[in-house]
C-alpha cells in the first residue's frame, strides 16, 4: 500500500488514486489503463524528468536522448555536445535539435528582488524591476538578460509583488531542511524525490515534508509538470514528516489531524484524516484541465476561521471546500507525495501568510479603449497609463494625471493591445526560465554561458544561460515556413 493518502477500500494492492475513487463509486477501474500509465512512466521523458546531476540533457527530432553537456550550439550551423564516456566532443547539425534541458548552471548575476510580473502580446511572461516608462516603451531590468524596452504596444498587464509579502518558504533551492520518506509499495518500487536545478522530481513513488510554520491563513502556490497520470497528494497542517498509510492510519506512529489535498488527471478531493476516527471525504470534483494538459499552476488557500480549504489552478477557482466538523490541521507542516504514477516536476513552490482576499486574475483588454489600474486596496481607476517617476506610476483620469506609488499598486492592465499573430519562426525556441516564466525568441548561438538571440518584440539579446531550465524548439514544416 503506498504510504500517504490513499483512502481504504477493497483492494489490498495500490493502483492511482483516482481509480480508487472509480471503485468507491462502483465503478470497475481499467486496469489495463493502469498497467499502459506504468509503462509510460517508463518511457524516456525529457519534459519531466531531471537532467543528470551537474550535466544537460538533449532530445533530437528523431527521439533520441543524449546525457551530457552543451558546450555550443549555432544556428543555422552545428551543435556541439560533449559526454563523459566519450574522449572528444562531438558535433552535429543544430536543426536535429528538439528540446535542451538545462543542469544546474552557477549563476554568477547577483540575486536582486525582482518588482513584477510582464505579460507580452505574443505570450511571453517573465519578471523583472521596472525601470522607466515613456509613452513609447517600458524599460525593465530581468535577471536573465538584462534591461529590455518593451513598445507599449506590445504588452498587456503587470502585476507588482511587494516587499511585505514575504514567503515563509520559497524554492527549493535544495534537499536542505526537507524530510525525505520512505514510501512502500506492493506493486510499483518506490523511490526519492530528486532535486535540480530549482525543481524537484519523482519518477517513482516519493514522500517528502518540511515543517513550514503554517500560519492560521497560508497560500501555497507551485508549478507541475507531469508525463503520464497526475497523482500528487498534498498534506497540509501535518505535524508527522512521514508517509502515512490511510487504509492502516491507526497503527502508525502518534500523528495530529490533517488535511490531504488529493490532485489526480480525473478529479480533485479534500480528505480530513485523524486516528481513531473514519476518514472524512469533502468533496470530490472533476478537474478537465488535468486531462487537457500537462502542466499547471496550483494555488491553495487556507483560512480556519471559515474552516475552508480552496483550490485554485491557472488562476481560476475548481473548488472550496469547508469541513463542518472544525478545522483539523493541527500541524504546522506540509508533505508532498507522488504516489507512482507517471514522472512528476514541482517548481516555484512558495508559501505565505494570506489575507483572505480572492484576487482577480489580470487580463489582456484587446477591445479596451483605456487601461485599468487596481490598487492594493481594491480599489479600481480607469484611464490612461502616461509614465512613470521615482517608483511612482502617472496614470491620467480625465484631465488629471496622478502619481501612484508602487506600493499601493496590485497591477496595471493595458486597453487595445491585441495577442500578436506573428508566424513561427524557423528556429525559435519556447524557453523556460528557472524562477518561472516563458519566453519565444529566435536563438542565433549558445557559447558558454551567454545565449545570442532575436525575439520579434524586443529585438537583438544577449542572454544568461543559467536563467533558463529549458529550451524546445518550435519546427516548422517545408509547407509551413513564412
Not at 478545522?327 to 507522488?338: D, S
Request: with cysteine; aromatic share 8%.
Amino acid at each position: 500500500m503506498i504510504k500517504q493518502q490513499i483512502p481504504t477500500g477493497t483492494w489490498s494492492t495500490s493502483l492511482s488514486f483516482c481509480f480508487s475513487l472509480l471503485l468507491a463509486h462502483g465503478q470497475e477501474p481499467d486496469r489495463e489503463a493502469a498497467r499502459e500509465t506504468q509503462e509510460e512512466a517508463g518511457k524516456p521523458l525529457i519534459a519531466a524528468a531531471a537532467p543528470p546531476k551537474g550535466g544537460d540533457m538533449l532530445k533530437l527530432i528523431n527521439g533520441d536522448h543524449l546525457a551530457g553537456l552543451l558546450q555550443s550550439f549555432h544556428y543555422p550551423g552545428n551543435t556541439v555536445w560533449h559526454r563523459s564516456d566519450i574522449e572528444e566532443p562531438f558535433e552535429f547539425k543544430s536543426e536535429s535539435v528538439n528540446e535542451i534541458l538545462l543542469g544546474d548552471r552557477v549563476k554568477t548575476k547577483p540575486y536582486t528582488p525582482e518588482r513584477i510580473t510582464l505579460r507580452l502580446n505574443n505570450g511571453d511572461l517573465f519578471s523583472g524591476t521596472w525601470e522607466s516608462l515613456n509613452e513609447d516603451f517600458l524599460s525593465v531590468n530581468t535577471p536573465f538578460a538584462g534591461q529590455l524596452n518593451i513598445p507599449r504596444n506590445r504588452w498587456q498587464w503587470t502585476v507588482f509583488h511587494h516587499a511585505d509579502a514575504t514567503y515563509l518558504y520559497e524554492g527549493p533551492s535544495g534537499m536542505d531542511g526537507w524530510t525525505v520518506g520512505e514510501v512502500n509499495t506492493a506493486e510499483l518500487e518506490g523511490g526519492e524525490w530528486a532535486y535540480r536545478n530549482g525543481a524537484f522530481y519523482a519518477l517513482k513513488a516519493a514522500s517528502i515534508a518540511r515543517p513550514i510554520g503554517m500560519p492560521d491563513r497560508m497560500r501555497l502556490e507551485f508549478d507541475m509538470e507531469w508525463k503520464g497520470s497526475l497523482n500528487l497528494a498534498v498534506a497540509l497542517y501535518t505535524d508527522y514528516l512521514q508517509p502515512v498509510s490511510l487504509a492502516e492510519k491507526d497503527a502508525e506512529p502518534d500523528f495530529g489531524g490533517f488535511y490531504s489535498l488529493q490532485l489526480t488527471s480525473y478529479a480533485v478531493n479534500v480528505l480530513m484524516v485523524k486516528q481513531k476516527q473514519p476518514l472524512q471525504y469533502l468533496g470530490m470534483t472533476q478537474t478537465p484541465v488535468f486531462r487537457q494538459a500537462t502542466k499547471a499552476h496550483v494555488d491553495v488557500r487556507t483560512n480556519k476561521a471559515d474552516n475552508s480549504i480552496s483550490l485554485l489552478v491557472n488562476g481560476k477557482m475548481v473548488k472550496r471546500w469547508v469541513d463542518r466538523g472544525g478545522f483539523a490541521g493541527e500541524g504546522k507542516g506540509i508533505r508532498l507525495v507522488h504516489q507512482g504514477q507517471g514522472a512528476l516536476r514541482l517548481s516555484n513552490l512558495r508559501i505565505q501568510a494570506w489575507d483572505g482576499r480572492f484576487e482577480t486574475p489580470p487580463s489582456n483588454r484587446p477591445q479596451a479603449t483605456k487601461d485599468l489600474l487596481t490598487m492594493r486596496n481594491g480599489d479600481k481607476l480607469v484611464g490612461m497609463l502616461t509614465g512613470s517617476v521615482e517608483e511612482k506610476i502617472q496614470f491620467k483620469i480625465g484631465e488629471t494625471t496622478t502619481e501612484i506609488a508602487f506600493d499601493k499598486v496590485e497591477k496595471v492592465e493595458l486597453g487595445g493591445v491585441p495577442e500578436a499573430l506573428n508566424p513561427l519562426r524557423q528556429g525559435e525556441v519556447k524557453a523556460n526560465l528557472t524562477g518561472g516564466g516563458t519566453l519565444q525568441f529566435l536563438v542565433e548561438s549558445i557559447q558558454g554561458d551567454t545565449m545570442q538571440g532575436k525575439s520579434e518584440v524586443y529585438g537583438p539579446v544577449s542572454m544568461h544561460l543559467p536563467a533558463f531550465e529549458r529550451l524546445d524548439f518550435q519546427r516548422v514544416s517545408s509547407t509551413e515556413k513564412p
